[in-house]
């Protein structure tokens, strides 16, 4: 059965920025109240009165990522060294009974200076590489069929402390500040101690800026 406390925390949930600036302490409980009652009287199917919902916010336990903020920002002050590689081009191909056998062909001529990054999907696999790469890429994947294919990207690499894994919301603050930001986000590749994004070289000293500003929240 619904209720309006239910219907408060549906809300906040489908809206993470809220629901941390509600935690935070730094939004008007009085004025959301009044922006929730139309959306709560809707969900309930009858009129609900501005203080019961204020009540309900008051009340709302915050998920755990966000009661652990004080531990959050000791890892994200531990940030390791933020590097950045640019002029790289990003492949996706479709999956095939030959895909390995054109992947070892590459990796067999690649210059192991350049960049290179590799995820296999379900249906399709990405391959990331530096742009001097691009006539050993398509001699090498020329019988697979090729999904799409973007150049102009830059890779900007975040060394991660070694128990990142342990703490909940680490890559919800990294998403949210390029959210925040505005910057869109063309690939996301990642390992256990080492997190990577891809965007468009045009965004590449914004995003940079994004996260070095994360250790100073």
């Not at 199917?45 to 019961?52: D, R």
């Not at 492949?91 to 992947?103: C, E, G, M, P, R």
Request: charged fraction near 25%.
């Amino acid at each position: 059965m619904k209720t309006i406390a239910s219907c408060v925390e549906d809300i906040l949930i489908k809206q993470p920025f809220l629901e941390e600036a509600l935690f935070r302490e730094i939004i008007n409980f009085s004025a959301l109240s009044e922006e929730l009652q139309d959306p709560v009287s809707k969900m309930l199917g009858k009129p609900v009165k501005t203080g019961a919902i204020m009540m309900a916010l008051r009340r709302y336990a915050p998920p755990v990522h966000l009661r652990q903020s004080h531990q959050l920002k000791a890892v994200l002050k531990q940030l390791g060294d933020i590097t950045v590689r640019s002029n790289l081009i990003d492949y996706t191909f479709q999956n095939s009974d030959t895909l390995i056998k054109s992947h070892t062909k590459l990796i067999e001529t690649l210059d192991i200076k350049s960049f290179y990054g590799f995820s296999r999907g379900i249906y399709e696999s990405n391959i990331v590489v530096s742009e001097s790469e691009k006539r050993v890429v398509l001699e090498s994947f020329q019988g697979e069929k090729m999904i799409d294919s973007q150049d102009n990207l830059s890779a900007i690499s975040i060394r991660l402390p070694k128990n990142n894994s342990r703490i909940s919301g680490l890559y919800y603050q990294i998403f949210k500040r390029f959210a925040w930001e505005g910057i869109s986000l063309y690939e996301v590749i990642s390992t256990t101690n080492e997190f990577t994004v891809l965007v468009e070289s045009h965004l590449v000293d914004q995003a940079f800026s994004a996260i070095k500003n994360l250790n100073a929240q």
